[in-house]
């Protein structure tokens, strides 16, 4: 696998029935922390909601998950969010859905539709945008070179993570696996580079 597909940006919708309101939340997320910090922000901003249903999918190799239905009945909220975030085949991303209890009880179906319906409005308001898949390394060279490894860094679409420039130069960059290879031989053709892999 070479590219990934991801959101980068928030967005938020609204989808009701027979007096149930949801509101679905969409984030774009790197870490279990970050989906955390998510979680207690909507949390604080609906505090009187009945329910707090969520799921997530992380990292490129997308085996970082989780769906939870928060008190509603057992794969009827967590299930069908994650089903939406996997039916666009999108990692790094957190969705949320807040139901408010209208007094009419929709049922486990009614419930999977809501949930998955909370869930589609809201990722298509963002646009999924399409990323390399990156292998970390890390740099380390004289200033006198620094030119020599940023002409190889744009030529083969790298990312750079960090860096710290002064008379001796540290870099993380991400390279795309696509052309890892050939950016690692021409890396290691700089004279007095040290490449490690992260």
Same mark, same amino acid.
């Given at each position: 696998?070479?590219?990934?597909?991801?959101?980068?940006?928030?967005?938020?919708?609204?989808?009701?029935?027979? &007096?149930?309101? $949801?509101? @679905?939340?969409?984030?774009?997320?790197? #870490?279990?922390?970050?989906? *955390?910090?998510? !979680?207690?922000? /909507?949390?604080?901003?609906?505090?009187?909601?009945?329910?707090?249903?969520?799921?997530?999918?992380?990292?490129?190799? &997308?085996?970082? $998950?989780? @769906?939870?239905?928060?008190?509603?009945? #057992?794969?009827?909220?967590? *299930?069908?969010? !994650?089903?939406? /975030?996997?039916?666009?085949?999108?990692?790094?991303?957190?969705?949320?859905?807040?139901?408010?209890?209208?007094?009419?009880?929709?049922?486990?179906?009614?419930?999977?539709?809501?949930?998955?319906?909370?869930?589609?409005?809201?990722?298509? !308001?963002?646009?999924?945008?399409?990323?390399?898949?990156?292998?970390?390394?890390?740099?380390?060279?004289?200033?006198?070179?620094?030119?020599?490894?940023?002409?190889?860094?744009?030529?083969?679409?790298?990312?750079?993570?960090?860096?710290?420039?002064?008379?001796?130069?540290?870099?993380?960059?991400?390279?795309?696996?696509?052309?890892?290879?050939?950016?690692?031989?021409?890396?290691?053709?700089?004279?007095?580079?040290?490449?490690?892999?992260?």
């Amino acid at each position: 696998m070479e590219v990934y597909y991801t959101i980068e940006k928030k967005a938020a919708a609204e989808f009701k029935d027979r &007096g149930s309101k $949801f509101l @679905a939340y969409a984030y774009p997320v790197k #870490s279990v922390e970050q989906v *955390k910090e998510c !979680l207690q922000e /909507i949390k604080k901003e609906h505090p009187k909601a009945t329910h707090h249903c969520y799921a997530y999918r992380l990292g490129t190799d &997308g085996l970082q $998950f989780r @769906a939870v239905d928060d008190g509603e009945p #057992s794969g009827s909220a967590g *299930k069908p969010i !994650l089903g939406q /975030i996997d039916s666009k085949q999108l990692t790094d991303v957190l969705v949320i859905v807040v139901r408010y209890f209208g007094g009419t009880l929709l049922g486990v179906p009614g419930l999977i539709n809501a949930y998955k319906m909370s869930c589609a409005l809201v990722l298509q !308001l963002v646009p999924a945008v399409q990323k390399n898949v990156e292998a970390r390394y890390q740099l380390t060279f004289d200033y006198t070179i620094l030119n020599d490894v940023m002409i190889v860094v744009k030529q083969h679409n790298c990312t750079v993570l960090s860096q710290d420039v002064q008379l001796f130069c540290s870099m993380q960059i991400g390279i795309p696996k696509a052309s890892l290879d050939l950016c690692l031989l021409r890396l290691k053709d700089i004279y007095n580079l040290e490449v490690k892999a992260l």
